[in-house]
């Protein structure tokens, strides 16, 4: 908790580290929030509404939330932006043109998502000139262990084509593998054996290859659902997940940087 609390990103003029949240209906987004934002406070809250309502999610806008450490604390280095769940129909859930728009900092918070209509530039909500700090810094997907072996092979091309596009913008994509106490009796009697068993170590090589991405980027996690007092073992695991957000968000700042670095130079050459 300390390491996150005093955690500031590498280029100055950005302040807090912004991290969308992407996944199928009911896969634990908002939940998320709920969790890290309790590990914090102290005790369990529910700030964000979660669940779903049949087979529709219940976030239909787009939330950017602020964690503060304790009831009165400072705001954490962190911003979790939620948004509306995938789906598999055309025209329903969380529309691709609107992810575009988020990752580039246009969206703005409590924007209302229309699937048939995404948010376009001359609408009057949208930021024209937005900032890095505006912009998303890590992109982590929400996949339910639980259904991992269900998933269709339509909402699996959803999900691989957000990520081509999120890696020809180079930043940093995390997994966190939800509902991991569901999927693994071990795991539901103690989850301390997480990293212990073999099936949720067989979903998370799964989600790795379906995603294509790297086995160091699936972080297994459980949220908090239906009790009433914190875990010290699930805060662990929200916890090393926030860490990880934050270390693949300095990687881009890194070659950000970097990209910086070599325009000024480049600038400072011409003007000799």
Known sequence: MDSIQVYKPIISFVSQVRVL?????GAGKSSFFN????????HVTSQAIAGCSQLAGLTKQFRTYSIKAGREGKPLPIILCD????E????AGLDTDDINSILKGHVPDRYQFNPSAPLHSEAHNYQTSPELKDEIHCVTYVIDAFKMSIMTQTLEEKLNDIRTTVDLMGIPQLVLLTKVDEACPLVKENVRKVYKSIYIKEMVQEVSERLNLPLSCVVPVKNYSEELELNPDCDILLLSAVTQMLRFAD???DELSDKLGKISMKKYWCNI
């Open 21 to 25: 949240l992407i996944g199928p209906v």
């Open 35 to 42: 969790s890290v934002n309790s590990v914090f406070r102290g």
């Open 83 to 86: 948004t509306m769940g995938l």
């Open 88 to 91: 598999e129909s055309t025209g």
């Open 251 to 253: 990687n881009y700042f």
